[in-house]
Each structure stands twice: as structure tokens, then as C-alpha cells.
């Protein structure tokens, strides 16, 4: 075979065999690509389950409020007479009655947070801003790592007032949740609910990994009530097994 002819054979081969790979990283990159550029959501209305001062739940979707941070759920902050109060409790008691008042809840997308979350803009039927609500009444933080600074305005009028978490001290939640990150934290469920067939179903032997847990509600039932639960909430945000919750 002449020698010309063999180089452009191996040439040819050489060729395909790189195209291959290529073409296997392009469709990588489309995959990836259609996870951040893909359809915007749809806007989210209905009644709204509080989880806590800064989290909703929807028709089974739970809802980040965009900006903002307000107390955890086990978090204590102290009142204006130095005597310790359940600061978290609070703040989701308050959004609960003010949600209450004026039903449905609509929710725009702004963006997904890194835990898949739906991280949204939401106002009460008449139109009222919740995360400007919570900021004005004290019951939550402007949060400048995501809101650049869009409540800072809400929260220094709720300073002057001394209203909310201002009649006293306390931690900024992202603090709080650092200093806690080793410890479990409260069960996350929509307010006041209380399933007490799941306290006689489950079972704190044999230790479970979040592969092995069928529902929410297991996953909960265990970061709630037993000594290894906190594994099951990785990034410490009270939502265990986000794959089921």
C-alpha cells in the first residue's frame, strides 16, 4: 500500500475516534446546560403551609422567601428584659396569622437555591409583599449575601421601632446556624401539624440512610426523634432527605 495512502487512513481514524468523545462532552454540556437554562417556573398560588418565618409549603412545594432570613425554628433570642423566648417559633407564628389574613399566597420564581429549592418573591392576595411584612415587623433579617441589600430600608425602620427581635438581642439565623451545625435540628413540618400514626410506625432501630426512607414524613419522624436523625439533614437547614422532602 502506498505510504500516502496509509498516513490518510490513520489520519481518518485518528479523526473519528477523537470525534466520539466530543460529541459525548457536547451532549454532557447540553444535559448540564438545560438544568440552568431551561423554562422559567410558573408562578406557585395557593394556601400556604408555614414551615417557618422564612419558608412556605404549596401544593407539596417548598418555597425559600428571596433574601431574607428569619430565626430557626429551635432558635431563642432574649426580650427587652434580658429573659429568654423562642424567637424561631415566633417569627413562624406571625407569618402564619398574617398569611391567614389574606389567602391565597403567590409566589414568582427568582431562582433555585443550591438544595433545589424554589427561592421566590411572594405576596398575600391583596397584594402585600411577605418578606417586606416580616422585615418591617421585626420578625426576620434583610440577608445582603442574597437580597444586595433590597430590605434594608424594612429592617432599619424595624430597629428604630424596636419591634420583633429588636426588643431584645439576638443572633443573626446564619450565625445560629453555624454555631448548630453538629447538632439536630427541630422537625421540619408544616405548622401545627402533628401525625401520629407515623410515631407508631417507625422505629429508631435499625439506623436508615435517606436510599432506604419512603416518604417525608419518615425522614422527619426520624430527624426529630432519634440520635442519629441530624445525619439525615446534611446542610443543616431543618429539611432532612430533600430527594423525599
Same mark, same amino acid.
Given at each position: 500500500?502506498?505510504?500516502r495512502?496509509?498516513?490518510? +487512513?490513520?489520519?481518518?481514524?485518528?479523526?473519528?475516534?477523537?470525534? +466520539? @468523545?466530543?460529541?459525548?462532552?457536547?451532549?454532557?454540556?447540553?444535559?448540564?446546560?438545560?438544568? =440552568?437554562?431551561?423554562?422559567k417556573?410558573?408562578?406557585?398560588?395557593?394556601?400556604?403551609? $408555614?414551615?417557618?418565618?422564612? +419558608?412556605?409549603?404549596?401544593?407539596?412545594?417548598?418555597?425559600?422567601?428571596n433574601?431574607? !432570613?428569619?430565626?430557626?425554628?429551635?432558635?431563642?433570642?432574649?426580650?427587652?428584659?434580658?429573659?429568654?423566648y @423562642? *424567637?424561631?417559633?415566633r417569627?413562624a407564628?406571625?407569618?402564619?396569622?398574617?398569611?391567614?389574613?389574606?389567602?391565597? /399566597?403567590?409566589?414568582?420564581? /427568582?431562582?433555585? !437555591?443550591r438544595?433545589?429549592?424554589?427561592v421566590? !418573591?411572594?405576596?398575600?392576595?391583596?397584594?402585600?409583599?411577605v418578606?417586606? =411584612?416580616?422585615?418591617?415587623?421585626?420578625?426576620?433579617?434583610?440577608?445582603?449575601?442574597?437580597?444586595?441589600?433590597?430590605?434594608?430600608?424594612?429592617?432599619?425602620t424595624?430597629?428604630a421601632?424596636?419591634?420583633?427581635? =429588636?426588643v431584645?438581642?439576638?443572633?443573626? @439565623?446564619?450565625?445560629?446556624?453555624?454555631?448548630?451545625?453538629d447538632?439536630a435540628?427541630?422537625?421540619?413540618?408544616?405548622?401545627?401539624?402533628?401525625?401520629?400514626? $407515623?410515631?407508631?410506625?417507625?422505629?429508631?432501630?435499625?439506623r436508615? +440512610? *435517606?436510599?432506604?426512607?419512603?416518604? *417525608?414524613?419518615?425522614?422527619?419522624?426520624?430527624?426529630?426523634?432519634?440520635p442519629w436523625?441530624?445525619?439525615? !439533614?446534611?446542610?443543616?437547614?431543618g429539611i432532612?432527605?430533600e430527594?423525599? *422532602?
Amino acid at each position: 500500500m502506498p505510504l500516502r495512502l496509509v498516513l490518510v +487512513t490513520v489520519a481518518a481514524a485518528g479523526a473519528l475516534v477523537a470525534q +466520539t @468523545p466530543i460529541q459525548r462532552s457536547q451532549g454532557l454540556l447540553e444535559i448540564n446546560a438545560s438544568n =440552568w437554562f431551561g423554562p422559567k417556573p410558573a408562578p406557585i398560588a395557593g394556601i400556604a403551609s $408555614v414551615i417557618d418565618g422564612d +419558608t412556605i409549603e404549596i401544593h407539596g412545594q417548598r418555597i425559600r422567601f428571596n433574601g431574607i !432570613d428569619a430565626p430557626e425554628s429551635k432558635q431563642s433570642c432574649d426580650d427587652a428584659e434580658g429573659f429568654e423566648y @423562642p *424567637c424561631g417559633r415566633r417569627a413562624a407564628e406571625a407569618l402564619d396569622k398574617f398569611l391567614a389574613a389574606s389567602k391565597p /399566597v403567590q409566589c414568582s420564581f /427568582v431562582s433555585w !437555591d443550591r438544595y433545589g429549592r424554589f427561592v421566590g !418573591d411572594c405576596r398575600r392576595a391583596d397584594g402585600t409583599s411577605v418578606a417586606s =411584612w416580616m422585615l418591617e415587623h421585626g420578625q426576620a433579617l434583610d440577608w445582603p449575601r442574597y437580597s444586595q441589600g433590597a430590605y434594608a430600608g424594612q429592617q432599619a425602620t424595624a430597629e428604630a421601632a424596636k419591634v420583633g427581635l =429588636w426588643v431584645g438581642k439576638f443572633e443573626a @439565623p446564619w450565625d445560629w446556624r453555624a454555631r448548630h451545625a453538629d447538632k439536630a435540628p427541630a422537625i421540619s413540618q408544616p405548622l401545627g401539624v402533628i401525625n401520629n400514626q $407515623v410515631a407508631q410506625s417507625y422505629s429508631c432501630q435499625p439506623r436508615r +440512610t *435517606c436510599p432506604q426512607i419512603s416518604s *417525608c414524613d419518615e425522614a422527619n419522624w426520624y430527624l426529630a426523634n432519634c440520635p442519629w436523625g441530624g445525619k439525615l !439533614d446534611r446542610d443543616k437547614d431543618g429539611i432532612p432527605c430533600e430527594s423525599q *422532602c
